[in-house]
């Protein structure tokens, strides 16, 4: 069971704009900074999102996160068959002494 | 470019401490910029964190593996290390060690390519 919940699936055609949503608690999402991860088959998770909605050096425009209270959103717009992967969110947890913890993980296919 | 690369046995049994290494290269295990963790993740299954280290050698741990779990560090080596007690077969997984930038509040932006770890007799 993940402390941050995510659909576990998701799908859009090519060139469509889909969100995957995030949803938290005030102990993570609702005070601390939401990241977002993609991880394609076989692949180690690469950094896509931080700080909310601030893209790495290298990660296209294309790909936007957003939060709003205990919630946060990633947004895919121009889907491209590239994008078919495993998608999580993740925050720091400020209860008990502090964890990074992450969702479950949506997947993500393109049609 | 920063590189990570993790190592140790990919077979544990039951009972025993499971024992990773991550080497990295092409930047300074001693920056005070960053944190240096481990990450794992079960067959199918979702990431889950374990734990970081700063190169002084301060901690923090998930807190549902805290018992079980140390983290060091060799700063001559540019290596950090992991070591997990008693292990299971719930302990099986694919193990990340990553780049941990909670200090820039910018998240874990390099990881290594994982190593799988089964833990069977």
């Known amino acids: 069971q993940s402390v941050l919940t995510q659909p576990p699936s998701a799908s859009g055609t090519p060139g469509q704009r889909v969100t995957i949503s995030c949803s938290g608690s005030s102990s993570n999402i609702g005070s601390n900074y939401v990241y977002w991860y993609q991880q394609l088959p076989g692949t180690a998770p690469k950094l896509l999102i931080y700080s909310n909605n601030q893209r790495p050096s290298g990660v296209p425009d294309r790909f936007s996160g957003s939060k709003s209270g205990t919630s946060a959103s990633l947004a895919i717009s121009g889907l491209r068959s590239e994008d078919e992967a495993d998608y999580y969110c993740?925050?720091?947890?400020?209860?008990?002494?502090?964890?990074?913890?992450f969702g479950g993980g949506t997947k993500l296919t393109v049609l | 470019q920063l590189q990570l690369q993790e190592s140790g046995p990919g077979l544990v049994k039951p009972s025993e401490t499971l024992s990773l290494t991550c080497t990295v290269s092409?930047?300074?295990?001693?920056?005070?910029?960053?944190?240096w963790g481990w990450i794992r993740q079960p067959p199918g299954k979702g990431l889950e964190w374990i734990g970081s280290?700063?190169?002084?050698?301060?901690?923090y741990y998930n807190p549902s593996l805290k018992s079980r779990v140390t983290i060091s560090v060799d700063t001559s080596k540019n290596q950090f290390s992991l070591k997990l007690s008693s292990v299971t077969a719930a302990d099986t997984a694919v193990y990340y060690c990553a780049r941990d930038r909670s200090i820039a509040a910018a998240g874990h932006d390099y990881w290594g390519q994982g190593t799988l770890v089964t833990v069977s007799s």
């Open positions: 092409g930047g300074s295990i001693s920056s005070s910029s960053y944190y």
């Open positions: 993740a925050a720091w947890d400020d209860s008990l002494s502090g964890s990074w913890v």
């Open positions: 280290i700063y190169y002084s050698g301060s901690t």
